[in-house]
């Protein structure tokens, strides 16, 4: 199996809204990213987990807060969005060593209005 | 700060055609680099892993090399089809292998 699954598949969200996006993988990868990416743009590195533990933010605004519950799980908070923030965010796993494979889910897209 | 730069960013070819991609990288300090190909409004798709110490990696009509030393990394796609049509994406990780650089990907449109 080697599938990381994202939900919602779709969010669209107020400005006022605070919602969560979900992460789970099941190939015991110890290493999960948060990644947004605009239209006709590469991916951007957010955040990553490595065995459970925050080891790199990108500056990222404190809107969007990531938890990593457990190995499998990866959520991503967020909270007081600007319509900036429309995107598709990409979960991604990897591990247990540095030089693996990195595996994306489809994404979610998020609409802020 | 490590740049990644893929040329060209757009290409047409007709059905059959074998075809190059290029990516190139300004820091040659890298753990790994990794071809992905993604679909419109799509997830990521790996396609090959070439780790520092490889040359090259090959997986069906696909063939990536790596020349670690002067930046570069070529995506070979041996007789192209419609279904190969996606944008293809270089990416290479160092500082400790988990930050992942992107490039700015190679659209590939295959004609029938």
């Known amino acids: 199996d080697t599938e990381v699954t994202q939900t919602p598949k779709h969010l669209v969200m107020g400005m006022t809204n605070k919602k969560s996006l979900k992460c789970e993988q099941h190939?015991?990868?110890?290493?999960m990213y948060w990644y947004k990416q605009k239209a006709k743009k590469p991916p951007e590195l957010m955040f990553v987990?490595?065995?459970?533990?925050?080891?790199i933010n990108e500056s990222v605004p404190s809107r969007f807060s990531p938890e990593c519950p457990n190995s499998s799980l990866l959520n991503l908070h967020l909270h007081a969005l600007q319509p900036e923030d429309s995107a598709l965010y990409l979960c991604?796993?990897?591990?247990?060593?540095?030089?693996?494979?990195?595996?994306f889910g489809q994404g979610t897209r998020l609409t802020v209005v | 700060k490590q740049e990644v730069t893929q040329i060209p960013a757009a290409l047409s070819v007709p059905e059959g055609e074998n075809l190059v991609l290029n990516c190139s990288f300004t820091?040659?300090?890298?753990?790994?680099l990794q071809w992905f190909r993604q679909d419109p409004g799509k997830g990521l798709t790996s396609l090959l892993l070439?780790?520092?110490?490889?040359r090259e990696q090959t997986s069906g009509r696909l063939n990536a090399s790596l020349d670690k030393s002067s930046g570069r990394s070529t995506l070979y796609i041996a007789a192209s089809q419609p279904g190969d049509s996606a944008t293809y994406l270089c990416?290479?990780?160092?500082?400790?292998?988990?930050?992942?650089?992107f490039g700015a990907g190679t659209r590939l449109f295959v004609k029938a």
């Open positions: 190939m015991g990868h110890r290493a």
């Open positions: 070439i780790q520092s110490s490889q």
């Open positions: 990416a290479v990780s160092n500082t400790g292998g988990f930050k992942t650089i």
């Open positions: 987990y490595s065995y459970e533990k925050l080891s």
């Open positions: 991604a796993s990897s591990g247990p060593t540095v030089n693996t494979e990195a595996f």
């Open positions: 820091d040659s300090a890298i753990y790994n």
